[in-house]
């Protein structure tokens, strides 16, 4: 029997671990019991000595003094400041007239602001939540499918966690030793993607079922010129306009990828909102105007949010900020929108900071207890064990690639990803990093994955944030005064199952497709390491003494 504990402590530990919290105790608690535990038992069967577990303050106190989880709490803080100071309101009020007359409009208005809060925030709960207090009613007013609408808002929240700057991408990168920036460049377009597909969605669907997404009738369109018409010739000029100005100042830069990206919609805002400004000037003083209601007030809406996403993003990809100080400046951009909008008082920074500290100690309280646990693990030859399985599967990089994914895909039914990134990610990197593939791309691959945790039925957690807001009991319309039929648990489990399969697509594409994450490495400078040379002076020779 002890022969046999020996040979299998790993698998037994890693089972009991399963066990653990298939019974529901807190991960945190569980990780740290179960690390504990079986190092008294590996103490006990001399696997190692008492002293192996003087390692564990130490590592406890690496977690304590970890700079780049200092992201987590500023980034978590901006996106909750900035959530309830009502941008999401303001962007999706100004982007479902924008394309609202268009069939499937409010599906699209709401993939393009889940995008622009996911840059934002970083906070799936937030997101959720906004769109969903926010764009489900109207949705339901104007006749929408109830599980397009429920599939649409939990699954553009989600975006939250894999368009930069997001919570599980500092983790992750911290998990697999690499830089934060880099996953941050590396998942940008894979984000970006992401949101695509899922428009495209929204397409295929008011393209086949009309009825499911129809555009907004003509009375609910606002920002209307005296004479009736809607202004879009001005907003169109406008946008090409300030492209092409963005444009033309990056054309002779070096940048590539998402550095390039970042910084011409950098400029192209800073062009569009010149001319917002001067045009409001001259309407002003000499009554002249140029631009239309919806030009000036998309510009106006939409130039605060990206202004920040290029003091958080553009700073760190072009390496004036670290990920840390991004999330700093962007904890401080969002207090001034705030104190701009007048709508920053003490109740709002109380609730933030509240709910900051909550879910930094959350994580923290985690790591501890995989750090716990990984230690003891270690100790039993664990790592040895699972990089046996792994590297021993057939098809080797992409027979593990697949493997991966497909368990990272079945545990998301019941981890999320702090839970996850914690206990999984340690296991998986040092075999992936043996099997010669390139930890950034690694990292993002599992962070796509990862999403659908926040959209498996029935444990998902934007599911569970969407069904805490959307109405359980018919209702009036305030607008219609028509009674409104309420949204069934069931309607938002189906909603959401065309998205997992759409995100399970996106984790295909970034495989077959590496370069969608690889080109990071491009705005990294390039040295030939055989070009090279160091020269070390001969030292000088000491002065002869005088003996005499």
Do not use: C
Request: proline share 6%.
């Amino acid at each position: 029997m002890t022969a046999f504990l020996i040979d299998n402590m790993a698998p037994i530990m890693f089972g009991a671990l399963v066990i653990f919290l298939l019974l529901g105790y807190p991960v945190a608690f569980s990780l740290a019991a179960n690390g504990l535990l079986f190092g008294l038992i590996g103490i006990e069967l001399g696997l190692f000595g008492p002293n192996f577990l003087q390692a564990m303050p130490e590592r406890v106190l690496g977690v304590m003094s970890n700079e780049t989880l200092l992201a987590v709490p500023f980034f978590t803080f901006m996106g909750l400041i900035l959530e309830r100071s009502g941008m999401a309101e303001d962007l999706l009020d100004t982007i479902g007239q924008l394309f609202g007359r268009i069939r499937g409009g409010l599906g699209y208005a709401v993939v393009f602001v889940g995008a622009l809060l996911a840059a934002t925030t970083g906070v799936v709960a937030a997101s959720v939540i906004s769109m969903g207090l926010i764009s489900l009613p109207i949705m339901l007013r104007y006749g929408y499918d109830r599980r397009v609408a429920s599939g649409v808002i939990a699954a553009s929240g989600t975006l939250a966690q894999i368009i930069p700057p997001s919570l599980v991408l500092i983790i992750m990168a911290d998990q697999l030793g690499r830089s934060v920036g880099d996953m941050y460049e590396g998942a940008f377009l894979p984000g970006m993607m992401l949101a695509g597909m899922y428009a495209l969605y929204i397409f295929v669907v008011s393209t086949i079922f009309p009825k499911a997404a129809p555009g907004l009738p003509p009375e609910a369109i606002g920002f209307r010129e005296e004479n009736g018409r809607r202004g879009m010739t001005s907003l169109s000029l406008l946008t090409l306009a300030s492209a092409a100005f963005g444009y033309a100042v990056m054309r002779g830069s070096k940048t590539s990828g998402a550095d390039f990206v970042v910084l011409t919609m950098f400029f192209a805002m800073l062009f569009a909102f010149a001319i917002a400004i001067l045009d409001t000037v001259v309407a002003r003083l000499f009554g002249l105007r140029v631009l239309s209601k919806i030009a000036r007030q998309v510009v106006f809406v939409m130039v605060p949010p990206l202004a920040l996403i290029f003091l958080v993003l553009g700073t760190i990809f072009i390496g004036v900020a670290t990920p840390t100080e991004g999330g700093a400046m962007g904890a401080v951009g969002a207090v001034v929108l705030a104190l701009i909008k007048r709508r920053l008082d003490f109740g709002l920074v109380r609730q933030a900071v509240h709910a900051t500290a909550k879910l930094s100690a959350f994580a923290i309280f985690i790591l501890i207890g995989a750090r716990v646990f990984s230690l003891t693990f270690y100790g039993v030859n664990g790592h040895l064990w699972v990089e046996h399985l792994l590297t021993s599967l057939p098809g080797g990089e992409v027979g593990f690639l697949i493997f991966v994914n497909l368990l990272v895909f079945v545990l998301a039914f019941f981890l999320d990803y702090f839970e996850l990134a914690f206990i999984i990610i340690p296991l998986l990197a040092p075999v992936a990093d043996k099997l010669g593939i390139d930890l950034v791309w690694f990292g993002v691959i599992l962070a796509v994955n990862m999403q659908t945790s926040f959209m498996h039925p029935p444990f998902g957690f934007a599911l569970f944030f969407l069904r805490s807001v959307a109405p359980k009991f018919p209702y009036k319309d305030r607008v219609t005064g028509l009674e409104t039929a309420p949204i069934t648990t069931g309607q938002i489990y189906w909603g959401a199952v065309p998205f997992v399969i759409i995100q399970l697509i996106g984790v295909a594409m970034v495989i077959l497709f590496p370069q969608l994450v690889m080109h990071y490495k491009g705005s990294a400078p390039a040295v030939d390491p055989k070009t090279i040379e160091i020269q070390i002076a001969p030292p000088e020779t000491p002065p002869a003494l005088d003996l005499r």
